[in-house]
């Protein structure tokens, strides 16, 4: 039988697993519900008899698995060791070890999921040509996955591409989840974008369909479009912080591209028209013409990158 690979991206919620072949080929996905009661001890093992259930229903020997890739949330290490995983209730621990037993040895690879998810892209997505690229979700919070060479940049203790923590503006007063203050996650996430919005609105009463209602990022976004005066500041303010942002990670990795991804991503190329400039304005010249695209595996990315993770050792 042909050679396969399992792709695994374990969520807080849902665990997302795909059946690849070796060239990058999605042959079927599915999902399972994250048991994250008793510390997340239920976790692997429900993973592990997901993966041996679909192998006896595709009558898939365990010599034709070439492995299985995870990627977690959470800082994960080259060796496959995870610090932590307060959502899941983790420790430390290796992950690769553990999930390699419950397998009867089938070899398993692991990675942080931001970082595995730009893997995906890289292979089979908006990077796809290219070995040095940097992956930007911008969802609830802002996320980063830089590839070197083809290959995730972890860092030691795998907290590599942090990128939403990198600091933008020196003179925030509100506190950043992570402790710090002014760091680009507050202005560039969708959570971001609706505090900019608010400030400006609160600024003076300049009119504006944002004004007077629960504002969403979509929102912002949607009354850009529109060609709202106010929105468009708010998307400039955005563009500014977002491009001043990836500017200092291009200084120190120079991809190739910059590959976007999550929630805000959905307003499309308009993005584009707000963070490229403030870019080219602040990065060293040896990176402004770094390319631009929108990520294109969507929620898939993760697996596709677990699967990788195996290709790649």
Known sequence: MSKRIFGVDLGGTTVKLGLF????????????????????????????????????????????????????????????????????????????EELTGLLDGIRVEAGNDANVAALGEMWRGGGQGYDNMVAVTLGTGVGGGIIVDGRILTGAKGAGGEIGHILVEEHETEVCGCGKTGCLEQYASATGVVRLANRRLAKDDKASVLRGKKISAKDVWDAVKAGDELAVEVAEQFGEYLGKGLAAVACVVNPDIFVIGGGVSKAGDVLMDYMVEPYKKYVFHGSRETKFALATLGNDAGIYGAAKLVVLQ
Do not use: C, H
């Open 21 to 96: 072949d070796p060239e990058g080929n999605v042959l079927e996905k599915w999902e399972i519900t994250t048991r994250k009661e008793d510390s997340g001890k239920l976790i692997l093992p429900d993973i592990a008899d997901a993966i041996k259930g679909k192998m006896q229903e595709k009558s898939i020997a365990k010599e034709d698995v070439i492995g299985v890739g995870i990627g977690v949330p959470g800082p994960v290490d080259s060796d496959g060791v995870i610090y932590k995983a307060a959502n899941l209730g983790w420790g430390v621990f290796s992950i690769k």
